[in-house]
T-cell receptor
Framework: DVKVTQSSRYLVKRTGEKVFLECVQDMDHENMFWYRQDPGLGLRLIYFSYDVKMKEKGDIPEGYSVSREKKERFSLILESASTNQTSMYLC?????????FGPGTRLLVL | QKEVEQNSGPLSVPEGAIASLNCTYSDRGSQSFFWYRQYSGKSPELIMSIYSNGDKEDGRFTAQLNKASQYVSLLIRDSQPSDSATYLCAVKGGTSYGKLTFGQGTILTVHP
């Protein structure tokens, strides 16, 4: 069965903190994605990775970076968290076609 | 013009009725089309995928694709209150890496 897991369901951080969001998939997928979802704005792609150590910017990469050292793990990093990064963060993975989503991390930056 | 547009909601139907969700896309090179369902506070889950023109049925769900009109739809027959959710249309273009473009979503409410 398809499984994508995310390290935290809820997270509260302070402005300026460095934040790590982890995503792990067990399907041997090449492609992994990080989105944020905000009311009225839909799903917006932050970064994606098509292979280990390979990454591409999505639509809103500013303020974020990513790391993919192993095929199964894709990390999203907020270098210095700001209040406008309060959001639901969704990780997904795919082969050539279907994306499967993790449960999401709801991040609150105070 | 948005790349993937869905009919504006919210959409409200009575229990047992047919719910019709529509989606248009701008990239003629798009190859694959997906419908996701997202319950409030949860992540999107895949309910249907369609790759060729015509209809594809899975239980109470039917996806319809018309590439000439750049149109894809989802019909939900015998709608149930448990179908109340946001439905996301997603389109995969000619590029690889599995990258999808999502519509804004249509909120469906099925009332008893």
């Amino acid at each position: 069965d398809v499984k994508v897991t995310q390290s935290s369901r809820y997270l509260v951080k302070r402005t300026g903190e460095k934040v790590f969001l982890e995503c792990v998939q067990d399907m041997d997928h090449e492609n992994m994605f990080w989105y944020r979802q905000d009311p009225g704005l839909g799903l917006r792609l932050i970064y994606f990775s098509y292979d280990v150590k390979m990454k591409e910017k999505g639509d809103i990469p500013e303020g974020y970076s990513v790391s993919r050292e192993k095929k199964e793990r894709f990390s999203l990093i907020l270098e210095s968290a700001s209040t406008n990064q309060t959001s639901m963060y969704l990780c997904a993975s795919s082969g050539e076609e279907t994306q499967y989503f993790g449960p999401g991390t709801r991040l609150l930056v105070l | 013009q948005k790349e993937v547009e869905q009919n504006s909601g919210p959409l409200s139907v009575p229990e047992g009725a047919i719910a019709s969700l529509n989606c248009t896309y701008s990239d003629r090179g798009s190859q694959s089309f997906f419908w996701y369902r997202q319950y409030s506070g949860k992540s999107p889950e895949l309910i249907m995928s369609i790759y060729s023109n015509g209809d594809k049925e899975d239980g109470r769900f039917t996806a319809q694709l018309n590439k000439a009109s750049q149109y894809v739809s989802l019909l939900i027959r015998d709608s149930q209150p448990s179908d109340s959710a946001t439905y996301l249309c997603a389109v995969k273009g000619g590029t690889s890496y599995g990258k999808l473009t999502f519509g804004q979503g249509t909120i469906l409410t099925v009332h008893p």
